[in-house]
Every structure is written in C-alpha cells, then in structure tokens.
C-alpha cells in the first residue's frame, strides 16, 4: 500500500513538473532607473522603454512584493510619438501548450502622478498578455484586464489558454481604452504562475 502511494505521488509531481511554468524574477527586481529592463526580461519593439520603479518620472508607490516593480505607459494621439506604447516578453523555460489552460496573477496599479518635464502620462490603461514565438505580428490575445483606475496594488488572477498555437514567449503590454488615445500608466508587480493538478 505504502509503495503504492509512493508511485502515485512520484507520478503526480513529475506529471505536474512536465508542465510547469516558470515566471523568472516574476516581482521584476532590478536597479532602479529610467528606461530599464529587469533581468531576465526583454525590450519587445523599438521606443518601448519600461522603467524600474519607484523613484522616476514622480512615481513613489512602495512594491507590493519586493523592492522593486515596472512601470509602462502608453502615449496619446497628441504625443510626438503618438499612439505608442511599452512592453516587456520573457522567453518561457517551457512553452505555453495549445488548448492546455494556465492559471496566473500579476499586481496592478496606476500612479496618480507620472510626468516628464513637458508630458503627463496619468490615464488609466489597461494590461494585454500576449503568447508569440518571434513574431509579433502572429501573436495571440490571452488576457485583457480592465482599465486600472486605482492607485493601490490589486492582485489580477487570470487563465491564460493558448487556441490557436503553442508559444515560447508571454508578452505584456499596455493599451489605452480610449479614442483617440490618450497618455497613462500602469504599474506591474509579483506576476505569477500557479501550477495546477
């Protein structure tokens, strides 16, 4: 009887082992600054500079896990760059299966305050999760949050289930609910994969 438990847990932590996910510095810790990556995250498209918060462009939110955490905007019809936005994708140690669901959560917030010395970039927006594999332009929609209207940090548990393909990279970006666009942030932190049995 005892052997037999034994197979049947050592079968069920490799079964679920075979298929985890694994979100690498998932509270986006790094050296604070302007326009910078957290390790092990990457630059997606050219001008999309995330930052390492707090401490930048007025934004002074404590982490809501660890010391730091990310900050992206999107820029309205009226900025010099308009209709613009940031990203940040990370390269999956496994890839995200079609047809097989993934449970995830990720904190959200908006600082009331995220100015340059000539723009202001105060809007709520809202958060996109992506899966692709190189190719931006085939990517596939996962998750789409709601506008981020409050300041303090939220936690979002969403599932992610990839339909129309596998895909080795989750990619997070923000996008304006509004026509024209307008300029906003979001604050991102503590993103998260929950292994399911």
Known sequence: MKTTFL?????????????????????????KGASTIPPEWERTIVGSTPDIQPGYWGVTALPADGKTYISLITRGHDYVTPNTRESVQQKLTLPLKKEVAYQYSIDLARSASFYSSNDRFENPVFLRVYGHNGNLEERELLWESKPIKHESWKQYPFIAQPEKNSYQYIYLEVFSPNAPSKSGNLLLDNFYFYPTT
């Open 7 to 31: 197979i049947c847990f050592f079968l069920l932590v490799v079964s679920v082992g075979m298929d985890a996910q694994v979100i690498r510095n998932p509270s986006f810790e790094g050296n």
